[in-house]
């Protein structure tokens, strides 16, 4: 018997899951690997109206992996972390701007942290008007390229920064704000990512910032057009958020960002992070 039953959202990513209630998704066994075989197969799921609690959302989590509790002391529930711009919320409310720019979490970590296995929000307060977030297939955008491409673009590497994805909402930062955010170390990777299952993706988003050996602006252009080509509208699930719905995501095979809120919204998510266990090669 099928443990889950899915509808496609699109025919590149996507797909919910219905029939599903909390209880089960926390107790059933052979959850967990059900929800990873999906997540394969279609990059995003989304569970409608679930309404999970946060330390059910902690408990499902630890189903696909080790949970990440490095941001413990946001939110009361250890594993929760709050997805807000409400500096009452989580002091480190500005950051999360860069969230409006397509990106894949975990490019520049404080150290050598591989990039999260998979990443789950779930709804607790919505915007009045934007808010949404969007999602986009890595794998897809390697897919979709020429044989020429592929070959072409499979020996360049590209240096990610935090730099990179914060100077898109702060072009003209102080030299404290540029000192802080020149503390993380920059981190290059390789443009085309092989994993381990044979597939191959793009490495791509805000924290991209120059690939290593071309002309800063002809590369700039490169990762732009290539960024551009695996988000057109056809290629990309929106989520529109209610209060209760919860979506997690492949980070390893999706972009994903959010769509510009009012900064005075009470939008809240709350987040676990399942911590990744392949590198980046």
Not at 75 to 97: C, F, M, Q
Not at 141 to 149: G, N, V
Request: proline share 5%.
């Amino acid at each position: 018997m099928t443990v889950l039953t899915i509808n496609k959202l699109t025919s590149s990513v996507g797909a919910e899951v219905i029939g599903l209630d909390s209880d089960r998704l926390v107790a059933d066994d052979a959850m967990g690997a059900a929800v990873l075989e999906a997540l394969e197969d279609n990059g995003v799921l989304v569970f409608p109206q679930l309404h999970l609690d946060p330390q059910a959302q902690v408990e499902f989590c630890r189903r696909l992996g080790e949970v990440d509790h490095s941001s413990d002391g946001h939110h009361p529930v250890a594993g929760i972390y709050p997805v807000t711009l409400d500096k009452s919320k989580n002091a480190s409310a500005a950051y999360l701007r860069a969230t409006f720019d397509w990106h894949i979490d975990g490019c520049t970590p404080t150290n050598d942290e591989y990039p999260q296995k998979a990443t789950l929000l779930s709804a607790r307060q919505v915007a009045e008007r934007g808010g949404e977030t969007e999602f986009a297939s890595s794998y897809g955008a390697y897919d979709t390229l020429t044989e020429d491409e592929k070959e072409r673009l499979s020996s360049l590497r590209v240096v990610h920064s935090l730099e990179a994805s914060q100077r898109r909402i702060t072009p003209d930062p102080s030299p404290e704000l540029l000192a802080r955010w020149r503390a993380r170390p920059t981190h290059e990777h390789p443009l085309v990512w092989t994993h381990r299952n044979g597939r191959r993706s793009l490495v791509l988003g805000a924290s991209a910032d120059y690939v290593v050996g071309m002309d800063l602006e002809d590369g700039r252009a490169l990762l732009a057009e290539l960024l551009d080509r695996a988000t057109t509208a056809e290629k990309v699930y929106r989520h529109s958020w209610s209060v209760g719905d919860t979506v997690i995501w492949d980070n390893r095979g999706v972009l994903h960002r959010a769509a510009p809120y009012d900064p005075d919204s009470p939008r809240e998510m709350l987040r676990t992070t399942v911590l990744g266990d392949e590198p980046i090669q």
